[in-house]
Every structure is written in structure tokens, then in C-alpha cells.
């Protein structure tokens, strides 16, 4: 393609309100405008990736026995009002009022392809199958502001599997769970999978596949040696254990004037953080419980809340002076009138240090096994990032990451709420068993930008890359060079390469370098005057900016072997 004749408008500048590096990219690459928040309109670039990625989905899906559908975005609201997800969805779903009809528009499709598999699929004979489409969604995201990773209208790969027993559904899962698999690895993205399975709800039943980003809401622990991942609400981590001392001393009250937290009582006592037991009280079924925690670890709060088996809030001021008679900074074990649990990190500690139940007082020389015998261990706390893997001990990361996926088994949620029944062997009546899968196209491209980008631009590998080579013709006004240029461009795209042919007559060297950079193709053929007089031309490798000389001649099997 020619670059005189196709519209990319580069920018310069980053603009401003963009933060995320794939959103500054894919707008200053000419690949997507703003329309409005969370509303992007794609540009041939941007849209080539598109089509790009979704014609991989399509065949991974088409692999598995996908079958592909288009369904409306426009959708009669009476349809969602069966499974009372306009309700569900809020202020999320956008609605039209037509006249007398209500419409809403699509987040997602589980009624409609419900709606259809109730008119159509009637025998245990019509199962399995998998239907699925490549469709605009709409959703009123609160907060857009990380470019087409989170739009308010999205593209997204959605596929439902129909099935007659729970084996069938396992199965049609699997067989998402290898094809996204093939999918994120095609599109050169590093992922991890975290389950749901270790989660409060229990269960295997959904899985989300990931990427570490920075504009990613959720905080995953992960570990790179064996592929453990959990949101880390429900992370476990491995830390070490604190050795009890061979003598317990006796329990002592020290005055602690206006000590509050544990950094001012470590820097008062001049005493480490793993010699204090930090005191929370909360109140769960009208009981007030003490959680002791090792130094500053944070309570986790799903973690609590499995422990405790019902919700809990932190306990008022007031509260904490009828129980103990002290305020919060000084509250401890010792005596504590209500129940205590504490984080597993604390088992059998001794010599420690806590709160005395009396203002401007601590005590030390806790021995947990000794001075709170009623004591229970629980995993409270937040795994951090450098923690242990709790599958294989090696270190583990925690951070941000963004959902690229989502493979569900739903059951008979939809279709025994809208009454999708099938007749069985037996001549009964059950609800068809279903899966539900999704995956975010713009989100696949963004992602990939987050991934695979450098101080100057995109960075393609041949499998994305819009195109595979970016041809520069130096000073195009030049006989010499165009003439050269043209030939080149024949010469590749005849082979089979895709090329960008910077053909234009009017921008500058620096300008031509700067745009080539930034849009990224893999590899760089720079034709100049210079080398043409030695019959050569300039190969740049874009990932690595490793240059060579070759001749026009050899040119053709040295991008060959470049892109292999
Ligand atoms: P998130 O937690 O990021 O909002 P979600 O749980 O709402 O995602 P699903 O409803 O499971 O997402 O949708 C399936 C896929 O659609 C997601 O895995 C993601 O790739 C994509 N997706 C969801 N919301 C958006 C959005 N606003 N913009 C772009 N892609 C999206
Ligand atoms: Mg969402």
C-alpha cells in the first residue's frame, strides 16, 4: 500500500488526554480517534487490525466447531426483562424509547442466543453446538479512560455452548479453554489464567484469561515458574515463618504516650515489625472479633469474610471503648473479652508486643500459646509482591492485569429462566445445560500494544503486523531512488510480502524515519541515494534496530529470511 494514498495521521505529540501507552500509540499511529468518552472510531490501520484479529478468532473458533452468527445489537427490552437483567445490568445498559417500544442495547448475548436456542433446539439429538459471533457491544462504563481497552462500544467474540448433560458442557468449556489458548499465543500476547475456582464462590465454573497492565482494575498474584494465578482477594502466598525465641518472658506493661501505630510503637520501643501484633476489631453477627495481624499486614477482607462465614464491618469507636475501655491504637489480646482469630503468620509466636486494652499502654512478652489459648490461626492476610508461591515456592508477582477473556459455564441459568427446555432420551423435559465465552477484540490489539511497544513506537512481529515491510524511498523527487523504490515494491509485494511503501514526495527524512518507528512494521527497507549508487539498499530490523547493508539483488531473500 501506498503511504501518498492512504490515511494514517501520525502525531507528533502525545495527546493529552491519553495515558496508557496503547491508547497514546493507537492514537498517535493513526489507528483510532476519539468520538467521545469511551467511543472510538477506527481508521483503515487500526481497522485492518481488527479484521486482523477477529479472522484468527474465527478460525480458532471454526477449529472447534464454532458456528458463526451475527445478531442484533438492537435489542426489544422485554428479552432482558426474563432474566431481570435490566435490573442486573443498571445504569451499564443504554436504553432507546422509541415511540411505544423499548429498546436496549446489547452489553452482551446470553438472552437472544437463549431466546433462539428455546425456539429451535428441541432434542437431546440437536446438541452439542457452539454458536458464536463477532459483534459490537455496548456498555455505559463508568469511567472510560484507557483508550479502546475499555470503550463504551466494544467488539467482542462471544460464543455460547448448548449442551444436554453437565460431561457435554465440561467438554464444550475445554474446548474454549485450548482454542483461547491458540488464540492469545497467535497473537503473540503473554497471558495467565486465573481460576475462580479458588475463590469464596467455590467451584470450577469460570476461568478469566489475563494480561499484567497497568490500566488493568484487578490485582492478580502470579507466579512466572508454575503458572499459579488468583486474584489476590483469595491469593495465598508463602512467607517466612517467625521463629519462636527459646524463653518466653513474662507479660509487662510498658507507657506508650500517643503511640498509635505500629511504626511509632516499632520506632518508640525501637523493636522490628515482626515482634508486634497489630490489633483489629470488627463486628460480625453482632459479635465483636479480634483479628491479630504480624507487624503491618493488611487484613484481607475476602479471606476474613470466608473465615467468619458471614459479613462483617469494623467496630465504631464507641464499640471498642464499651469492650475494652480503650480506643483503637491501643487495643490487644491479652484479656480480650470476645473472640480472637490471627493470621497464620503469628502461630505460636512469643515475646511480642500489642495493645494493652488501656490508652497510652502496650504490652510485651506475649506468649500466644500461653496468654491467649483460645486463639485460632487463619490465612488473613494480603499476598505480596516477592512472597512465595504457594504451589512451588518461587517468588511471585503481584500487580494489576486486565481481563482478555472470560470462558463461563453458566448451567441452566438463562435457559431455565426463559423456559430453553429439550426433551431427553427419556422423553423428559430439562433445561438445555449452557457455556458462555468471551473475549474483547480491540482489547486483544491494545493489549498487545501494551506488550509489545518502546520509547518510539509500536513494535509488530509477523504474525500481527499490518504489514511486514516498511519500504522507505528516502528523497522520492529523485529519478534514482523512485525508480529503485517502484521496482522494490513490485518486487515484494509479487512475493507475497506485504509492504507499506513510504512513497511520498513532500515529507522529510527525519519525518519518513519517525513515522516508520512509530507505526512499527517489523522490518525496514530504506532506499537512498547514497547506497543506491553501490547497488544497495538498508534493512533495519525494527524490534532489535540491528542494520544491514544488502544489494537490491539480495534483497528479496534477505527479508525472506528476516520474517522467517
Ligand atoms: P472487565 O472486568 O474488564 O470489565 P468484564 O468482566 O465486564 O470485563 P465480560 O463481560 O466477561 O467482561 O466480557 C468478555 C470480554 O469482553 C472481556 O474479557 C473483555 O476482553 C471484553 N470487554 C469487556 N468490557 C469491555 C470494554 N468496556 N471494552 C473493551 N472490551 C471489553
Ligand atoms: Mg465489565
Redesign the pocket.
Known amino acids: 500500500m501506498r503511504q501518498s494514498k492512504s490515511f494514517i495521521p501520525t502525531l507528533k505529540e502525545v495527546p493529552n488526554d491519553a495515558t496508557v501507552p496503547s491508547h497514546v500509540l493507537m492514537l498517535r499511529a493513526g489507528m483510532v480517534r476519539t468520538l467521545g468518552a469511551g467511543i472510538y472510531s477506527f481508521l483503515p490501520l487500526g481497522y485492518k487490525l481488527v479484521k486482523k484479529v477477529s479472522e484468527i478468532i474465527r478460525e480458532e473458533m471454526d477449529a472447534i466447531g464454532g458456528q458463526e452468527f451475527h445478531l442484533p445489537a438492537l435489542n426489544p427490552r422485554e428479552i432482558w426483562e426474563e432474566t431481570n437483567r435490566v435490573e442486573a445490568f443498571g445504569d451499564i445498559l443504554f436504553h432507546i424509547k422509541n415511540k411505544n417500544r423499548d429498546y436496549v442495547l446489547a452489553p452482551?448475548h446470553e438472552e437472544i442466543m437463549t431466546y433462539h436456542a428455546r425456539r429451535v433446539v428441541k432434542s437431546y439429538k440437536d446438541f452439542p453446538q457452539i454458536w458464536y459471533q463477532i459483534q459490537t457491544k455496548f456498555?455505559n462504563?463508568p469511567r472510560?479512560r484507557s483508550g479502546?481497552?475499555?470503550?463504551?462500544q466494544?467488539l467482542?467474540k462471544?460464543s455460547y455452548s448448548l449442551d444436554s448433560s453437565w460431561e457435554n458442557l465440561d467438554t464444550a468449556y475445554d474446548l474454549h479453554y485450548q482454542a483461547y489458548h491458540k488464540i492469545f499465543k497467535r497473537c503473540g500476547l503473554k497471558f495467565f489464567v486465573v481460576g475462580a475456582s479458588s475463590g469464596a464462590m467455590g467451584g470450577t465454573g469460570s476461568e478469566?484469561f489475563m494480561v499484567q497492565s497497568d490500566a488493568g482494575?484487578?490485582t492478580v498474584a502470579h507466579c512466572e515458574s508454575c503458572g499459579y494465578s488468583a486474584n489476590v482477594e483469595v491469593a495465598a502466598s508463602v512467607v517466612i515463618p517467625l521463629v519462636r525465641d527459646a524463653e518466653s518472658k513474662a507479660v509487662y506493661e510498658i507507657e506508650t504516650p500517643n503511640v498509635k501505630s505500629i511504626d511509632e510503637l516499632c520506632a518508640f520501643l525501637n523493636i522490628s515489625e515482626t515482634q508486634c501484633a497489630k490489633s483489629r476489631v470488627y463486628i460480625c453477627n453482632n459479635e465483636a472479633v479480634l483479628v491479630l495481624m504480624l507487624g503491618n499486614d493488611e487484613v484481607n477482607e475476602t479471606k476474613l469474610e470466608k473465615t467468619l462465614g458471614a459479613p462483617f464491618r469494623p467496630a465504631h469507636m464507641e464499640e471498642l471503648k464499651d469492650i475494652t475501655g480503650a480506643d483503637a491504637g491501643s487495643i490487644g489480646p491479652v484479656g480480650f473479652p470476645k473472640k480472637v482469630i490471627a493470621d497464620l503468620r503469628l502461630k505460636d509466636a512469643n515475646n511480642m508486643f500489642s495493645g494493652a486494652n488501656k490508652n497510652d499502654y502496650h504490652i510485651g512478652g506475649i506468649d500466644f500459646s500461653r496468654d491467649i489459648p483460645s486463639v485460632e490461626y487463619h490465612d488473613l492476610r494480603t499476598a505480596k509482591s516477592g512472597e512465595g508461591c504457594p504451589k512451588c515456592g518461587s517468588t511471585m508477582g503481584v500487580f494489576t492485569a486486565?481481563?482478555?477473556?472470560?470462558i463461563f459455564k453458566l448451567g441452566t441459568k438463562y435457559s431455565a429462566s426463559m423456559g430453553a427446555t429439550f426433551t431427553d432420551e427419556k422423553g423428559a423435559e430439562n433445561p438445555i445445560i449452557m457455556g458462555s465465552y468471551?473475549?474483547?477484540v480491540?482489547?486483544v490489539i491494545a493489549c498487545y500494544i501494551e506488550q509489545h511497544h518502546d520509547e518510539r513506537g509500536i513494535v509488530w512481529e509477523k504474525e500481527m503486523a499490518p504489514f511486514h515491510v516498511h519500504l522507505i524511498g528516502l528523497n522520492m523527487k529523485k529519478e534514482v531512488v523512485s525508480q529503485a523504490a517502484e521496482k522494490i515494491y513490485s518486487e515484494l509485494t509479487a512475493a507475497g510480502i506485504q509492504v507499506l511503501f513510504d512513497d511520498r514526495t513532500d515529507a522529510t527524512v527525519g519525518f519518513k524515519f519517525n513515522d516508520a518507528d512509530l507505526l512499527g512494521m517489523p522490518l525496514q527497507v530504506i532506499v537512498g541515494e547514497k547506497k543506491l549508487a553501490e547497488q544497495k539498499v538498508e534493512v533495519k530490523v525494527r524490534k532489535s534496530g540491528d542494520r544491514s547493508e544488502v544489494t537490491v539483488e539480495q534483497l528479496l531473500s534477505t527479508v525472506k529470511d528476516l520474517l522467517k
Open positions: 452482551t456498555r462504563e472510560p479502546v481497552l475499555r470503550g463504551r466494544f467482542m462471544d478469566e482494575e484487578d486486565i481481563e482478555l477473556g472470560h468471551g473475549i474483547g480491540e482489547r
